[in-house]
T-cell receptor, first 109, second 111 residues
Framework: GIQVEQSPPDLILQEGANSTLRCNFS?????LQWFHQNPWGQLINLFY???GTKQNGRLSATTVATERYSLLYISSSQTTDSGVYFC???????????FGQGTELSVKP | ETGVTQSPTHLIKTRGQQVTLRCSSQ?????VSWYQQALGQGPQFIFQ???????GRGNFPPRFSGLQFPNYSSELNVNALELDDSALYLC??????????FGEGSRLTVL
């Protein structure tokens, strides 16, 4: 089956710093989503981005489908950005997402 | 707020018991997917229901079963609970095909 690798596994930042999270996947996909999991376990949708570039405030994402990777950019990080960021993909856009292992981000004041 | 609600939020069971978890999907969504997330891991796909029929299953034994109702709400049932079933169970709804939206999860502890 398709493999999803996220890097780095852990990241510690000072408030105000910028960061880039990467997601590599081993096969072509029709769905790619980025999520932020808060300390209570809720997965919060960040981007639905099987290809192209999107921006939402301080966050933006780019997926290069032909090269099988996606990047999540966080600018001017805040302590509330802390948590685990997951990339998830689906080959057939049917809702059977395959998740990476996540990147755990800690933003220090 | 995703519009996806799950119940109960927390529960404790003992080995061998059975558990039922419930999920109400976002209005207008016809597809419900269930995921299991063990501590420190990414969520793992259990199964999906589309218009009341099972539409794909991950690598989980038959003691994990489900239902989807005409209003598109769903249940996940787990029989003969094992210690390794302790996890966060996440429900997601979508308009097939499309973006998934997750509920807050049900945290199951098996003693």
């Amino acid at each position: 089956g398709i493999q999803v690798e996220q890097s780095p596994p852990d990241l510690i930042l000072q408030e105000g710093a910028n960061s880039t999270l990467r997601c590599n996947f081993s096969d072509s996909v029709n769905n790619l989503q980025w999520f932020h999991q808060n300390p209570w376990g809720q997965l919060i949708n960040l981007f639905y981005i099987p290809s192209g570039t999107k921006q939402n405030g301080r966050l933006s994402a780019t997926t290069v489908a032909t090269e099988r990777y996606s990047l999540l950019y966080i600018s001017s990080s805040q302590t509330t950005d802390s948590g685990v960021y997951f990339c998830a993909v689906d080959r057939r856009e049917g809702g059977k997402l395959i998740f990476g292992q996540g990147t755990e981000l800690s933003v220090k004041p | 707020e995703t519009g996806v609600t799950q119940s109960p939020t927390h529960l404790i069971k003992t080995r061998g018991q059975q558990v039922t978890l419930r999920c109400s999907s976002q209005s207008g969504h016809n597809t419900v997917s269930w995921y299991q997330q063990a501590l420190g891991q990414g969520p793992q796909f259990i199964f999906q229901y589309y218009r009341e029929e099972e539409n794909g299953r991950g690598n989980f034994p038959p003691r994990f079963s489900g239902l989807q109702f005409p209003n598109y709400s769903s249940e996940l049932n787990v029989n003969a609970l094992e210690l390794d079933d302790s996890a966060l169970y996440l429900c997601a709804s979508s308009l097939h095909p499309g973006e998934l939206f997750f509920g807050e999860g049900s945290r199951l502890t098996v003693l």
